[in-house]
């Protein structure tokens, strides 16, 4: 079946540095979505990416989407404490998403 | 606007009890899922329902069954809890499928620990 994985894992940055994400689909997708999960919390929709190559900013965050529509990044520029918690991709399939493993980031101040 | 609510928010069962997760939405979202959270999984998909009076499996259904009583509801039950089934689960619900620039709006989750 689909499967959607990300990389790395965890990630540790002091405050002020960049962090970059990578999810990667074993399939094609139509869309990707990205989700912010704060400690404790609940993942949050952040945006959905559709066209082959598309970059869309929000603020400090890039997200770009692959040429071939199977891989797609999320970096954040100067890092905030504000910005802890597990960033999550999710591939796109029939009525339903299925979610990358997420990357868990920490900020030091 | 309470958006999706999940209940209960904290549940301990012993193995081979069972329980039902309730869920509920008031944003007229055709489509509900049910998701798990482990650590180092990610999300990983239960049951999900496209529309109402429809259900599917998703990844992981074993030992789950779901009901989706109306367009507002959808319930997940666990016939026999096993320790295997300590997680957070999620509920979620989204208007076209997940599609569009609003994605899916999430619950804030069930923490259920099987002894």
């Known amino acids: 079946g689909q499967q959607v994985m990300q990389i790395p894992q965890y990630q540790h940055v002091q405050e002020g540095e960049d962090f970059t994400t990578y999810c990667n689909s074993s399939?094609?997708?139509?869309?990707i979505q990205w989700y912010k999960q704060r400690p404790g919390g609940h993942p949050v929709f952040l945006i959905q990416?559709?066209?082959?190559?598309e970059v869309k900013k929000q603020k400090r965050l890039t997200f770009q989407f692959g040429e071939a529509k199977k891989n797609s990044s999320l970096h954040i520029t100067a890092t905030q404490t504000t910005d802890v918690g597990t960033y999550f991709c999710?591939?796109?399939?029939?009525?339903?998403?299925?979610f990358g493993t997420g990357t868990r980031l920490k900020v030091l101040a | 606007n309470a958006g999706v609510t999940q209940t209960p928010k904290f549940q301990v069962l012993k193995t081979g009890q069972s329980m039902t997760l309730q869920c509920a939405q008031d944003m007229n979202h055709n489509s509900m899922y049910w998701y798990r959270q482990d650590p180092g999984m990610g999300l990983r998909l239960i049951y999900y329902s496209a529309s109402e009076g429809t259900t599917d499996k998703g990844e992981v259904p074993n030992g789950y069954n779901v009901s989706r009583l109306n367009k507002r509801e959808f319930s997940l039950r666990l016939e026999s809890a096993a320790p295997s089934q300590t997680s957070v689960y999620f509920c979620a619900s989204s208007a076209l499928g997940g599609q569009g620039n609003y994605g899916y709006t999430f619950g804030s989750g069930t923490r259920l620990t099987v002894v």
């Open positions: 399939t094609t997708l139509s869309n």
């Open positions: 999710a591939g796109s399939g029939t009525y339903k998403y299925i």
């Open positions: 990416l559709v066209k082959s190559g």
